[in-house]
Each structure stands twice: as C-alpha cells, then as structure tokens.
C-alpha cells in the first residue's frame, strides 16, 4: 500500500493508519504512535510493524526479484515473562538476584531465570549502556503455559556481560521495553557460563544455616553437616557400621528394648552413589532356575485381571493393558509369598571414593511421639472425618537443586514427597512451569517406592480397599488407600520403569535408580 501512495499525500496515509488502527490498536500502542498524526513519511514505519507482526509478504521490487517473503520470528520461552496477572503471582520462583552484576563494565540490576531460553535486556538499560540495537530480527517470547500471549520483542544487542568473580561472556540480548523491577535477566545457558548455580529460596535458607563439622565418621556423609542448632546436631546418633559391609547381618527385634524417651528429629541426609556400565551380572545358576520358574511371564488375561479395578470403564481397561504389554519383556507374574524376583543376582553396589554407607537406625515410637500422633488425628476421628472419595493421581514432586550445584532428582517416594511439600513448596503442588523446568534437566530418580507408587493410578469408585489407622484412645481412622500388594505393584511399577525411561538415551551411564521395598 505504501509503494502506492505519493509520498506528498499525507491524508491517504493518516486514512489509511486509521484503518490498521482499528484491525489492531496494540501496535500503535506499542510505537507511542497517535494515528491521526500519522503522515505519509511516518506510514513506512506502520507498515513494517504490521508486516513483522502478520509476516506480510513484501512488495514486489522489480521482475527480476519476484515476492520476497520475511522470515518467520524465532520464538523462545521466558519463564519471568510480564504477561499477565498470572504470571506474575505464579513464576516469581523462578527469578533469582544475581548480585554484583555488571554490562560493559557498568553495574546493573541482574536477575536469573532458569527458565528462560534468551538472555534480556531492558530498552532502558541498552541505552544507557549505548548498545547497538539492531532491528532486523523481531523473535517473539513465550511462557511456559500456552494459554498466554506471546510478546514481540524490541529488537537485538550484543553485551559483555560479568558477574564477581567468573570470566566475561558476550551474549546476543534480546531487548525487550517493557517496564520492569530488573534491567538484565540472564538466562539458563548464560547462567552455566558465567558459573552461576541458582537455588531454590528453601535450600538457601537450609544452606544458611550452622554448618557444623563431623565429630564421628557416622555423620560424615559427604560434606559439612548443616543443623539449625548445634543441640540437633548432638543429639543424632552415631551410625558407623560396626560391621562389614560385605556381610548381611540379622538384626533380631529386643521386647526389652527401651524406648527413646525424646521423639526423633529428621535431617537431611546426602550420600553419593555411582553404579558403572555393566554392573549387575546375571546368574544362571541352579538357584537362580528355582526361583525363576516362580514368577511365569505375564500373558494379556493375567494383566486384565490386575489392572482390571484400576479403570473406571472397559475401553479404559484395555488401554492400561496394551501400554503395559508394550513392556512383556520384562513383565513377570509375582505371586503373593514368593520371594524377590531373580532376575540378578544380589551384589553389593560400588560406591565413589570418599561415600559411606549410611545406615538409619530404626526405633520404636516414644511417648511424646505418641501422644503427637494422637493428637493430630483426634480431631478426624471425633467429627468422623472420613477420606470417603476416590483416590486421584499424585504428581510426581520435582525437587530443588541442592546448595551451590545443579543437581535435580526427580522423587516418587510417598514420604520423601511429604517432607519435600513442606519444606521447599509450601503443601503445594508443583506448578506446569516447574514440571517443564525440573524436566528439562533431570539427572537423577531416586527412591521409587513399590508401595508407594500404586499412588500414581486412580482406583474405581467401587473398590473397598482402606488404610485402617488404629487409635489408641479414640478408636479407628479409616482412609482411602491404592491397592498395594506383592502380586500387584512389582510388576506395573517395572512396566513403567521400562516404559518411561527405556528411550533415554543419554542418561544411560548416568542413571540410579534405586527401588525400595
């Protein structure tokens, strides 16, 4: 259109921008452009924001040339991105200050988005800081939840960036204008450069705390031992096996055995383990003959009959049944009774040089520990509080980084997911930006409980299966529990192992995965 135009008749071009003003006002809102000002030495400019925005095809410049059509915007995920209420009370997590920041030798306001692909820079700061922008590349940044509208950014610029203490790096910013409490954000590759690992709130208070050093090779896991108070510290108990560790040893229960008056404290625990390629050999022995023919290979009837209560309709059914047949390679029938199954012979693993054992010392309940319990469940059992409704899903908790790493494990322990609530979350559910950031960077899974992992599946509305809890003063609890047995959860727990972590390629060599129970 304003190839077309004379470039003397300003009323066509003002005509003409009241119109795209009413296709789409964001853009003139954007340029602090007021329509009715618009002239025909203006107009071009309009025209090239609605061409980056609607990648228009561009005019024909002669016969020779043909249509030229522009390149679609790259587009990239910005965790921190300022779309909307929503973000704004829900991702601040994810922002983290990184002190002592400088941008061509200037300092600025600098924070650290681990879930941003790009690094940012304010409009503001890039003048200040007298960068070029350039404005031939126009990429559009995106949340991590798809319901959000996306932004297009300012334009581009080159920085030498420097955070205390590590080398300069120059990273391609994308500069955005939009009015914000920071002037450079850093993204995750960035962040690896510049040698910075963030962490979580919660593990920074954790890691401020006291940091004691080990008086007794049982509490030396593998690094100093944080408690808030040296009195917690005192008071855990020494637990350096007496014993070789090569040997199994059968510790017999005492009904002498006194209890411990004080109630255990728990605390954090670190160990380090590596198993090498090939670890496990496979014995064909006499024995290892015996106990394998007590676990038949599964069939389609005996995986219906399993599964058959954890689905609420037919096609349902039979769609749980072909997912877990897409395992029979490792499916086994395992019948109540029986012990473990076969499949390797028991070996002792291989731990890196400077890791211990850590063994925890079980005890019986104290009365303080009792009447806490009781306490916590008077008032369900007085009013008849009953957990009377289906058992839904439990997503899988994605823990923090640990202090000064970046580590991430991802956790399917029931308790551990407890303690992880509290502690990091808040009680609260993991939002989609954690699942995609924990995700995307996963190096670990740990503690896969068998009995806790039937707390992944639903169970039917009509399946009368109940965790009875027993009151000592006020009578009996009953909750709503998965179903848990030795003929069920082994083999659905293995399909599901194999299933999701059979196609990671690059994380075998790497990976632990420790299977309780």
Same mark, same amino acid.
């Given at each position: 259109?304003?190839?077309m135009?004379p470039?003397a008749?300003?009323?066509?071009?003002?005509?003409?921008?009241r119109?795209?003003?009413?296709?789409?006002?964001?853009?003139?809102g954007?340029?602090?452009?007021?329509?009715?000002?618009?002239?025909?030495?203006?107009?071009?400019?309009?025209?090239?924001?609605?061409?980056?925005?609607?990648?228009?095809?561009g005019?024909?410049?002669?016969?020779?040339?043909?249509?030229?059509?522009?390149?679609p915007?790259?587009?990239?995920?910005?965790?921190?991105?300022?779309?909307?209420?929503?973000?704004?009370?829900?991702?601040?997590?994810?922002?983290?200050?990184?002190?002592?920041?400088?941008?061509?030798?200037?300092?600025?306001?600098?924070?650290?988005?681990?879930?941003?692909?790009?690094?940012?820079?304010?409009?503001?700061?890039a003048?200040?800081?007298?960068?070029?922008?350039?404005?031939?590349?126009?990429?559009?940044?995106?949340?991590?939840?798809?319901?959000?509208t996306?932004?297009?950014?300012?334009?581009?610029?080159?920085?030498?960036?420097?955070v205390?203490?590590?080398?300069?790096?120059?990273?391609?910013?994308?500069?955005?204008d939009?009015?914000?409490?920071?002037?450079?954000?850093?993204?995750?590759?960035?962040?690896?450069?510049l040698?910075?690992s963030?962490?979580?709130?919660?593990?920074?208070?954790?890691s401020?705390?006291?940091?004691?050093?080990?008086?007794?090779?049982?509490?030396?896991?593998?690094?100093?031992?944080?408690?808030?108070?040296?009195?917690?510290?005192?008071?855990?108990?020494?637990?350096?096996?007496?014993?070789?560790?090569?040997?199994?040893v059968?510790?017999?229960?005492?009904?002498?055995?006194?209890?411990?008056?004080?109630?255990?404290?728990?605390?954090?625990?670190?160990?380090?383990?590596?198993?090498?390629?090939?670890?496990?050999a496979?014995?064909?022995?006499d024995?290892?003959?015996?106990?394998?023919?007590?676990?038949?290979?599964?069939?389609?009837?005996?995986?219906?009959?399993?599964?058959?209560?954890?689905?609420?309709?037919?096609a349902?059914?039979q769609?749980l049944?072909?997912?877990?047949?897409?395992?029979?390679?490792v499916?086994?029938?395992?019948? *109540?009774?029986?012990?473990? +199954? !076969?499949t390797?012979?028991?070996?002792?693993?291989?731990?890196?040089?400077? &890791? /211990?054992? %850590?063994f925890?010392?079980?005890?019986?309940?104290?009365?303080?520990?009792h009447?806490?319990?009781?306490?916590?469940?008077?008032?369900?059992?007085?009013?008849?509080?009953?957990?009377?409704?289906?058992?839904?899903?439990?997503l899988?908790?994605?823990?923090?980084?640990?202090?000064?790493?970046?580590?991430?494990?991802?956790?399917?322990?029931?308790?551990a997911?407890?303690?992880?609530?509290?502690?990091?979350i808040?009680?609260?559910?993991?939002r989609?930006?954690?699942?995609?950031?924990?995700?995307?960077?996963?190096?670990?899974?740990?503690?896969?409980?068998?009995?806790s992992?039937?707390?992944?599946l639903?169970?039917?509305?009509?399946?009368?299966?109940?965790?009875?809890?027993d009151?000592?003063?006020y009578?009996?609890?009953?909750?709503?529990?998965?179903?848990? *047995?030795n003929?069920?959860? +082994? !083999?659905?727990a293995?399909?599901?192992?194999?299933?999701v972590l059979?196609? &990671? /390629?690059? %994380?075998?060599?790497?990976?632990?995965?420790?299977?309780d129970?």
């Open positions: 259109i304003f190839d135009l470039t008749m300003d009323l066509y071009a003002n005509t003409f921008a119109v795209l003003f009413g296709l789409n006002a964001s853009i003139f954007m340029m602090a452009v007021n329509p009715a000002q618009v002239t025909a030495a203006t107009f071009g400019k309009v025209c090239d924001e609605f061409a980056l925005r609607f990648q228009i095809v005019p024909a410049k002669s016969h020779q040339q043909g249509h030229q059509q522009l390149a915007a790259p587009s990239y995920i910005v965790g921190s991105i300022k779309t909307n209420s929503y973000s704004d009370r829900n991702n601040n997590t994810q922002m983290i200050n990184i002190p002592n920041t400088s941008a061509k030798g200037a300092p600025v306001h600098a924070i650290g988005d681990t879930g941003s692909q790009v690094t940012l820079v304010t409009l503001a700061a003048q200040r800081l007298g960068l070029h922008i350039t404005r031939h590349s126009r990429p559009q940044l995106k949340p991590l939840w798809p319901d959000a996306p932004h297009i950014v300012y334009g581009r610029a080159n920085v030498e960036l420097r205390e203490n590590s080398p300069r790096a120059w990273a391609n910013a994308i500069v955005v939009w009015r914000c409490r920071w002037e450079v954000l850093l993204s995750h590759d960035m962040l690896a450069v040698g910075v963030p962490a979580s709130p919660a593990m920074l208070r954790r401020n705390g006291m940091t004691m050093v080990p008086d007794h090779a049982g509490k030396h896991i593998d690094g100093p031992w944080c408690c808030t108070t040296k009195a917690l510290y005192e008071d855990f108990p020494n637990m350096a096996p007496g014993h070789d560790l090569a040997t199994d059968m510790v017999e229960p005492s009904a002498t055995a006194a209890r411990i008056p004080e109630p255990i404290h728990a605390h954090p625990m670190r160990a380090q383990l590596a198993l090498p390629t090939g670890f496990f496979e014995e064909h022995n024995e290892f003959v015996r106990l394998d023919a007590l676990y038949p290979e599964a069939t389609p009837n005996s995986i219906s009959e399993r599964t058959h209560h954890q689905c609420t309709s037919e349902s059914a769609v049944a072909a997912e877990l047949w897409t395992a029979r390679a499916l086994r029938e395992y019948p *109540g009774g029986c012990p473990p +199954p !076969a390797y012979a028991p070996i002792w693993p291989l731990m890196r040089d400077g &890791a /211990e054992a %850590l925890v010392v079980q005890h019986s309940l104290s009365p303080a520990a009447q806490a319990v009781e306490e916590a469940m008077q008032v369900c059992l007085e009013y008849g509080i009953d957990e009377g409704s289906g058992a839904f899903a439990q899988l908790i994605f823990t923090k980084s640990k202090p000064r790493t970046d580590e991430h494990r991802v956790l399917f322990d029931d308790s997911n407890n303690c992880l609530n509290m502690h990091s808040g009680m609260q559910l993991p989609p930006a954690e699942h995609v950031q924990f995700l995307r960077d996963a190096r670990i899974v740990s503690s896969v409980d068998m009995a992992f039937f707390m992944q639903r169970l039917a509305a009509d399946v009368a299966d109940f965790w009875v809890y009151g000592v003063c009578g009996k609890l009953r909750t709503r529990r998965m179903v848990q *047995g003929s069920e959860s +082994p !083999a659905i293995q399909a599901f192992l194999t299933f059979g196609a &990671a /390629e690059s %994380l075998r060599g790497k990976l632990l995965v420790y299977i129970n």
